[in-house]
């Protein structure tokens, strides 16, 4: 239900304008009504390769990080260390994730015909979106809104990390 969040975020209200939803279960009722059950899911697949990417970024950032830091003598195993590492990869997972947010966004946001038609819509599907932006925005474009996404995803990888190394340690399993 990723696009219902994403689209009352994205709801302003000014003055004259009434706002979209009234909540989410508003939301959910009116978007299942105008776009049908496609309309719920719609953003998944960038959804998809958005978990994906992260995953495959913070794990091996964190890791590399940790253990370039480690073989150059610059800091010794413990809080320092594991906190330094996870800032890094939640960095870096900001880095490649942001391009994917924006495009999922956009997806999500775009407006429909009733009954969930796509006839006039701005994008077809994730590549389009993409293309779109690169040709009208250029690649900074694709890192609107990096800082508030850094801002999120690095107290996130942070303390994933340092529960993960103070667990290792706990049950007594070496550092890798």
Same mark, same amino acid.
């Given at each position: @239900?990723?696009?219902?969040?994403?689209?009352? !975020?994205?709801?302003? !209200?000014?003055?004259?304008?009434?706002?979209?939803?009234?909540? %989410?279960?508003?939301?959910?009722?009116?978007?299942?009504?105008?776009?049908?059950?496609?309309?719920?899911?719609?953003?998944? +697949?960038?959804?998809?390769?958005?978990?994906?990417?992260? $995953?495959?970024?913070?794990?091996?950032?964190?890791?590399?990080?940790?253990? $370039?830091?480690? /073989?150059?003598?610059? @800091?010794s195993e413990g809080a320092l260390l594991h906190v330094?590492? &996870?800032? $890094?990869? +939640?960095?870096?997972?900001?880095? %490649? %994730? &942001?391009?994917?947010? #924006?495009?999922?966004?956009?997806? @999500? /946001?775009?407006?429909?015909?009733?009954?969930?038609? &796509?006839?006039?819509?701005?994008?077809? /599907?994730?590549?389009?979106?993409?293309?779109?932006?690169?040709? &009208?925005?250029?690649v900074l474009g694709l890192y609107k809104g990096f800082?508030? /996404?850094?801002?999120?995803?690095?107290?996130?990888?942070?303390? $994933?990390?340092? #529960?993960?190394? !103070?667990?290792?340690?706990?049950?007594?399993?070496?550092?890798?």
């Amino acid at each position: @239900m990723d696009v219902i969040k994403v689209r009352m !975020q994205a709801c302003r !209200q000014r003055h004259h304008e009434h706002r979209r939803y009234r909540g %989410t279960f508003h939301a959910l009722k009116e978007i299942f009504k105008l776009e049908g059950l496609k309309g719920l899911y719609k953003g998944m +697949g960038p959804t998809v390769k958005r978990a994906a990417i992260l $995953t495959a970024t913070q794990i091996p950032a964190y890791d590399h990080t940790k253990h $370039t830091i480690l /073989n150059h003598g610059l @800091m010794s195993e413990g809080a320092l260390l594991h906190v330094t590492a &996870s800032m $890094t990869a +939640g960095f870096m997972t900001a880095v %490649t %994730t &942001s391009p994917v947010d #924006v495009v999922k966004t956009r997806i @999500m /946001n775009q407006k429909v015909a009733g009954g969930g038609l &796509s006839h006039g819509l701005v994008y077809r /599907n994730a590549f389009d979106c993409l293309f779109k932006t690169l040709r &009208s925005e250029g690649v900074l474009g694709l890192y609107k809104g990096f800082i508030p /996404n850094w801002m999120r995803l690095g107290p996130h990888t942070i303390v $994933t990390f340092f #529960v993960f190394e !103070q667990l290792r340690r706990l049950i007594g399993m070496r550092p890798v």
